[in-house]
């Protein structure tokens, strides 16, 4: 059974950095593909960032680039978002999800997902 488990949210001021971590239980070909989601109160969920477990694609949403970094340990099947320059806009509850092939920004489409971590930053 998959789960994912964030960690690393908290509450900082604009500019400062957040690194969130996803511990996923287990590496298969139904989690190939680990992504980081991104939801704000009354807005959808929206795409993040993405990466496999294999190769050097990376992916990310405009409004981020430059300042986050979605990196991978295989041997800990561990994914991070590395956030730096964090900005107000940025508040919202982050989440880790997989799925098993091709990255995909819609989140309706992604398999498996965790509970979230809260990410707050003030002006």
């Known amino acids: 059974q998959v789960q994912l488990v964030e960690s690393g949210g908290g509450l900082v001021q604009a500019g400062e950095s957040l690194r969130l971590s996803c511990d996923a239980s287990v590496r298969t070909f139904s989690t190939n593909v680990m992504g980081w989601f991104r939801q704000a109160p009354g807005k959808e969920r929206e795409f993040v960032a993405a990466?496999?477990?294999?190769?050097?694609?990376?992916y990310y949403t405009d409004s981020v680039k430059g300042r986050f970094t979605i990196s991978r340990d295989n041997a800990k099947n561990t994914v991070y978002l590395q956030m730096n320059s964090l900005k107000p806009e940025d508040t919202a509850v982050y989440y880790c999800?997989?799925?098993?092939?091709?990255?995909?920004?819609?989140?309706?489409?992604?398999?498996?997902w965790g509970q979230g971590t809260q990410v707050t930053v003030s002006s």
């Open positions: 990466i496999l477990w294999s190769g050097d694609n990376i």
């Open positions: 999800a997989a799925r098993g092939s091709s990255v995909t920004r819609r989140a309706k489409d992604w398999s498996y």
